[in-house]
């Protein structure tokens, strides 16, 4: 009676297995919106990769040959950003949305391709490939070729760029959408035929009344047209960068905000200068701008004085100081010295030369690539030359009693802590 018992009982436990495992295949095939989504990345590029995308289309637009001497220079627009999304999102499926009443005409890039093959950059790159099929000369494409992409990319006055990425599942299929968008929009044509999409001659050499500088980047082969309208209220305008270096004692976009000494809270003193270590990354030229905010600028290493105690300071802080974002890790600090191209030497932000270095073993090595100057862990602090759109964690230097122009006097080999008597 037992063992009749027992062999019921999993008889029964059988049966349920069975139908628990009938009903989930119902439900599964009855409800299939209910399974948990295949792909999740369908979301709009992340900070670093909208960097390298504007990065990747002005290097792009300083390429073309014959030059350009029109070319601006691009920024990164949000309100395309989010056309460039939303356009995306549609899977390329109809026409593009409109933009905002009264907003100028814009222009668009779009790729659908199987997903995984292929970056965001190697898209652009692809767009740009498209050139070797144009003939500048003749302004038209080879016969059965594509540049309607290029023309875009390269257009000279298209000044802002938003780009938007999503990943399209239909059955089985998964692909996925790029798109940019550009304003003012190009690939204009008259009588049928589309325009030139730039003026060729010497780089930056017809730029518009609305361009006042040309920038050229460490990885550029030619200058963009820069469009600045900032007034530099208690400082000096930096053309090339296109921003103010303040007097000591301002701080804000155009020096006109003043800060009281000591500024901020002190890290370390070395003679009488005050020493902040940020505690987030940024590229050089961002970090430039917020120790400019606070009435600083980024550390001058004159002496072998200062670089011992930086050096050691630095060396003591707790591993956890380290900066770690979603894409960057670092333990190297930014200072102000960068590689000037055109007089082929390195200079503080001051635009004071520089007689003492302490470049670690084998650096500067990167052969112009690396214009900016960090001090580097690694190497005990000592220098090496760095990409300026690296990451890394910066130094403020704040001076008590020195004005910008005696501080352009001192040599840069000389202690900036100079008597209040040295002229």
Known sequence: MKDKRMLACQLLALACSLLGSALGEFRVHQHPEKRPPL??????????????????????????????????????????AQLAQERAASCLAGAPPHPPPHAQHVGWNAQLLPAGVASFAAVVELWFSEGQSYDYHAAQCMENATCSH??????????RLGCGKHACIEG???????????????NWEM???????????????????????CFKSWDHSGGLCVKCSIQCLHGRFRAEECSCLCDIGYGGAECGTKVQFPFHTCDLRIDGDCFM?????????????KCQEKGAMLAQITNQKVQDILAFYLGHLEPTNEVTEPDFETRNFWIGLTYKTSKDLFRWDTGAQCSFTSFAFGQPDSQRFGNCVELQASAAFNWNDQRCKTRNRYICQFARALSLHNFLLLSCGRSIASSPHTA
């Open 39 to 80: 792909v999740l990345l369908q979301q709009a590029p992340g900070v670093k990769e909208r960097f390298l995308l504007l990065s990747l289309h002005n290097k792009l637009r300083s390429k073309v040959q014959p030059p350009a001497a029109n070319m601006q220079r691009m920024d990164w627009s949000e309100k395309l």
């Open 150 to 159: 290029y023309t875009q990319l390269v257009w000279a006055t298209s000044s």
């Open 172 to 186: 089985q299929e998964r692909r996925e959408a790029f798109v940019c968008a550009y304003s003012p929009g190009g």
């Open 191 to 213: 009588n049928g035929k589309m325009i030139i999409p730039y003026k060729k001659g010497a780089w930056c050499s017809l730029c518009t009344s609305g361009c006042s500088g």
């Open 277 to 289: 270590i940020s505690s987030e990354a940024d590229t050089y030229y961002e970090a430039k701008i």
